[in-house]
């Protein structure tokens, strides 16, 4: 790879890098694409520990340089350490170059990709959920009792804890998400999801209501709504789940947490 000085200062800006990435995700907001909220503050910890190494490979390179110097200045009858003279042993950790691009691929891609959330496409690999049940042990009494407007993993909950889902026609819901047109969807029909995320992206789930309106062919995949409309009983590949009937589709900005927490 070259000296070891060198080395040393393409470490500290591989490092370097690395933490300025975390940092961009933080500063722009768009680290909630990543990973649960409640995970921030460790991209914060690493990008301390990021910046920590970088300063510290920077400090060993400048050491190294005066460690060479001294050794210029040796005589012959001086005593050279063990360590400098087996070049073997000054190598036995050095970095190659395949390891260093390793490391600072995804420090490039975090940087340079646009950040997007996870979307319609993502849903036509991994499906779509038409139930959230609850973790077993962590709901209350209390918690079963709807206070304030419903999301749509809040909804499949109560779906869930039903006996009987006819309970839920008449009902109003309010909700937003993005546009998802399965195949298996009648021509005036799509699907509000939102992806439900526990640690990252590595495990997010894709859930949705189906929503029944006129304005379905007109709608775009992706494209983030406000559905406001009443529960009816419908039928989706062979089951009956409540079907939102819309009274109005309202396109609308994507929150600035794209995603649910269970």
Known sequence: MGSPRVEYLLK??????????FYAKI??????FYINQRFAWLSLVAVIIYLA??????????QHRQFTRSLSELDEFDVIPLQARDPRRRSGH?????????LVL???????????????????SRGIGLTAPDRAGTVTQAQRIATGPKNI????????????????????????GFVYKDPRTKPDEFWVSRFVVSCCVADATALGLLVQTEDAPTLPADRWVRVVGKFRMGEFAGER???????RVEPTQQPAQPYLYP
């Open 53 to 62: 190494l970088a300063i510290t490979m920077v400090y060993k390179a400048g």
């Open 106 to 124: 995804p420090a490039l891609l975090g940087l340079f990709t646009p950040a997007r959330p996870l979307g319609a496409s993502a849903i036509e």
């Open 153 to 176: 993993l809040d909804w499949l909950r109560e779906f869930s804890r039903a006996a009987d889902l006819s309970t839920f026609e008449g009902q109003a819901a309010d909700v937003i």
């Open 12 to 21: 500290a800006v591989v490092l370097a890098a690395s933490g300025l990435m």
């Open 241 to 247: 789940i409540p079907v939102i009937v819309a009274e």
């Open 94 to 102: 050095r970095a190659s170059w395949l390891a260093l691009g390793l």
């Open 27 to 32: 500063s722009d907001g768009t680290l909630a």
